[in-house]
């Protein structure tokens, strides 16, 4: 299965910062998911990641905001821009590995804005 | 878009009995269903999944069964052990990628 290296682990950031979170797969893949678990709830999907095309991002959630790079195959990047303490939360990323079902999940962000 | 509830929020039970774990989801084109077992500070890993074209799933201890007419399914956890205190999300999906997860459960094992 696939491997995701995700970083930083965690980080605690002032608020009207920005920070940006990595995710780097060991194989290639189509689409990379990112998720947002606020604590003690459930994942919510921010956006889907293509590469060579802009991330296609759900209800309630914007570009300007998050912000999303995918240069290649391997590799993505979500941006948490201007931020508040509503935006304390663990950010995930994902891919779904070729040939296999379901998920992988990187280990997570912990983002804590004070 | 899909929406998928699950019940119930947190479940206790005694080491040894059986837990289960009900979801619901709206989009009839959802086709496949996968449970994740998420520990406190770890990642979410899959633990069993199910297809819609099979009515029920089972390895060892877990067990996965489908409802398509009813749009509900459920996990279902025998002799259960402590190890297995986690929380729970069941997802749902129409693509293989996108995939629409639960509220979670909270399942605590007693000794």
């Known amino acids: 299965s696939a491997v995701i290296s995700q970083k930083p682990s965690r980080d605690i950031c002032q608020r009207g910062t920005s920070l940006t979170i990595q995710c780097q797969v060991d194989?290639?893949?189509?689409?990379m998911f990112w998720y947002r678990q606020q604590p003690g709830q459930s994942l919510t999907l921010i956006a889907t990641?293509?590469?060579?095309?802009?991330?296609?991002?759900e209800s309630g959630f914007v570009i300007d905001k998050f912000p999303i790079s995918r240069p290649n195959l391997t590799f993505s990047t979500l941006t948490v821009s201007n931020m508040s303490p509503e935006d304390s939360s663990i950010y995930l990323c994902?891919?779904?590995?070729?040939?296999?079902?379901?998920?992988?999940f990187g280990s997570g962000t912990r983002l804590t804005v004070v | 878009g899909e929406n998928v509830e699950q019940h119930p929020s947190t479940l206790s039970v005694q080491e040894g009995d059986s837990a289960v774990i009900k979801c619901t989801y709206s989009?009839?084109?959802?086709?496949?269903f996968p449970w994740y077992k998420q520990e406190l500070g770890k990642r979410p890993q899959l633990i069993i999944d199910?297809?819609?074209?099979?009515g029920e799933k089972k390895d060892q201890r877990i067990a996965v069964t489908l409802n398509k007419t009813a749009k509900h399914f459920s996990l279902h956890i025998t002799e259960t052990q402590p190890e297995d205190s986690a929380v729970y999300f069941c997802?749902?999906?129409?693509?293989?990628?996108?995939?629409?997860f639960g509220t979670g459960t909270s399942l605590t094992v007693i000794p």
């Open positions: 199910i297809r819609s074209n099979v």
């Open positions: 989009d009839s084109a959802s086709n496949y």
């Open positions: 990641a293509n590469q060579g095309s802009e991330a296609t991002y």
């Open positions: 994902s891919v779904s590995p070729p040939g296999r079902d379901g998920y992988t």
């Open positions: 997802a749902a999906s129409n693509t293989g990628n996108q995939f629409y």
């Open positions: 194989s290639q893949v189509t689409m």
